[in-house]
């Protein structure tokens, strides 16, 4: 995995960018996003860059990272309606171009299964956005989740479910599974951008890039990703701008 370090004010631009350039080269591409406070620039530079014209997002298939074990589509508390409200309603992005990670508890092995077999179909991932989480975590693959790990349902770190808790409304439930492309399912993307924004993330980016690769901190398996950059800011980096 490669790092580039862009000033702050740079990074949605950049982001975007990688995605204008796929689309550019295949209009029908599936690009795997994420929800959460990181990729907002880039939703909103990409949803700005459609309004000018500059790219053309009618025909992109999306491929969603992560959600919550019985999250309900409608639901305020769903990573489905986050990527609604951020991105997929203003792009125009209707559900026959969205694959949803399943979040229905009574079926969700074999639903987990059939997403996996859909993202196949669809033939895979292009480019997957990831965000990462302060224990190191990549979609919901918490500390602990190996590398061959599938689309699956896992129990969230308490970490993790105080720092959703700041995505919904004071008091909203944070449920205590969540179901997440697997590492193995990461790992096939043809081209992966970690975006890490914000001086809180610096220590846990440099124990990804820097440490031995393992499952304590699963995104450092991106290590073995010759495919994957970690697009960071400076606060994330400690370092100024290439
Ligand atoms: C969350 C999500 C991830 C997200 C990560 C970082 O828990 N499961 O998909 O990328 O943590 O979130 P943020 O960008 O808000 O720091």
Redesign the pocket.
Known sequence: MRLQVVKAEAFGARAASQAIETLQRNPHAVLGL??????IPLYRTLLAKAAAGAVDLSQMRVAM??DYLGAQHGNEVSFYHWLQEHFLRAAGIGDDRTLAIPTRAETIAADCEAYERRLREWGGCELLF????RNG?I??NEPGSGKDTRTRAVRLSES?RA??ADYWTENAAIPEQ?VTMGIGTILEARQIVLLVSGADKREILRRVLEGEPSAEAPASWLQQAPQALALADEAAAGRPAE
């Open positions: 994420p929800t959460g406070h990181t990729p990272l992560d990831l965000g990462l989480g975590h979609g919901f993790s720092a959703n969540g």
